[in-house]
């Protein structure tokens, strides 16, 4: 009798252009798992500086490998250029991330290339980028919209995160190379905690088929990130998601939403279901919500949740009216549970292994 083969689904991280290539080499340097990385960029000498599996340098014969000197049209033209080897690295893949910094030339004109590339080989494709801080000037803000546009029609998911919101998030003294760094750990937010729900093995395990359940062709995405120690921690990480400043927009009418929830190995599935109870509230009544927790022992007594909406009626969020938080912590601590696991996903297994950090 032949054994069963060990299919995995097969996911590959692209970042292209300067912040996407920044957004990548930060995902190596905390040693996200069970993805391959992809560097593509205009500029030579920081795809040098980069440890991805892949490299591809796309500006050698249009831009002499100086990058793209904030043009989209070049970066556009460069990935076009290069199309072939971009579908070469691509091939194969179950899933493809594109990550980028959205405003310059390679990233803002490339993205979409990559992204158009990645669907038509049949994986499913989501956008991962970032908008422009209002300092980086008005030409940017003006080319990341237009270029925000373009790779939301070549993408499956598109998730925008507003830099500018980050400001919300940290010290008003932080410095800009701090401010960066936090859009680079965003980034990576957004990309593992969809991954991690694949790849790791946890409390509650997705598969591929769930993710792309709620991912495929869903449109415009919102993202939303908490974390919380001490009594209720679950709970008051998951209000601090649905409330994040990252949430330009409301999650109401959300008809697919992607729950992540890690922690270590005291993580607790009447707590787990707290915290998914109260993302279940905020969402559309009809939602297919799917979520999984994750076992990672370097997180002590913390618990982080990520929670990725999309499935939108217009295709877009409506923007919340009062661009604040939907809900302050501690404000449901009380009478969001429900008894027993929602029935779309149950524990089928106990933890295996710790995940890695």
Do not use: W
């Not at 996200?32 to 490299?55: H, P, R, W, Y």
């Not at 959205?102 to 908008?131: D, Q």
């Amino acid at each position: 009798m032949t054994p069963p083969h060990n299919y995995l689904a097969v996911i590959k991280v692209v970042g292209i252009g300067g912040g996407g290539v920044n957004a990548v080499n930060r995902m190596i340097e905390v040693g996200l798992k069970g993805v391959e990385f992809i560097a593509i960029n205009t500029d030579a000498q920081a795809l040098l500086m980069s440890d991805a599996d892949v490299k591809l340098d796309v500006g050698r014969e249009l831009t002499r490998g100086l990058g793209a000197g904030a043009q989209p049209d070049v970066g556009r033209q460069a990935a076009e250029d290069h199309r072939e080897e971009i579908e070469e690295v691509l091939k194969g893949a179950d899933m493809v991330f594109v990550t980028a910094g959205e405003g310059g030339g390679t990233g803002t004109g490339g993205a979409p290339v990559v992204a158009s590339i990645a669907r038509k080989l049949g994986a499913l494709t989501i956008g991962v980028v970032t908008r422009p801080f209002a300092f980086e000037g008005k030409r940017r803000a003006v080319q990341a919209e237009s270029g925000i546009e373009e790779l939301r029609n070549e993408c499956d998911t598109l998730i925008v995160i507003p830099n500018d919101r980050l400001l919300q998030l940290g010290d008003r003294n932080v410095s800009v190379m701090d401010a960066f760094r936090t859009a680079d750990q965003v980034l990576l937010s957004g990309v593992q905690g969809i991954t991690d729900l694949i790849t790791t093995p946890g409390l509650i395990n997705l598969d591929f088929a769930d993710v792309k359940s709620v991912m495929s062709g869903a449109g415009s995405a919102l993202m939303g990130i908490g974390s919380a120690r001490g009594d209720n921690r679950a709970l008051l990480a998951a209000e601090q998601a649905i409330a994040s400043p990252l949430l330009e927009a409301s999650m109401e009418g959300a008809h697919g939403v992607l729950l992540s929830i890690s922690g270590g190995s005291d993580l607790g599935l009447f707590e787990i279901n707290e915290a998914a109870s109260l993302v279940s509230d905020a969402a559309h009544p009809d939602a297919n919500i799917i979520f999984g927790a994750v076992i990672d022992d370097a997180l002590g007594d913390e618990v982080r949740v990520t929670v990725i909406a999309a499935g939108f009626d217009s295709g877009k969020p409506n923007v919340r009216k009062d661009g604040a938080a939907a809900s302050l912590p501690g404000s449901a601590a009380t009478g969001t549970a429900s008894s027993g696991l929602p029935p779309h996903r149950r524990p089928a297994v106990a933890p295996m292994a710790p995940a890695a950090a």
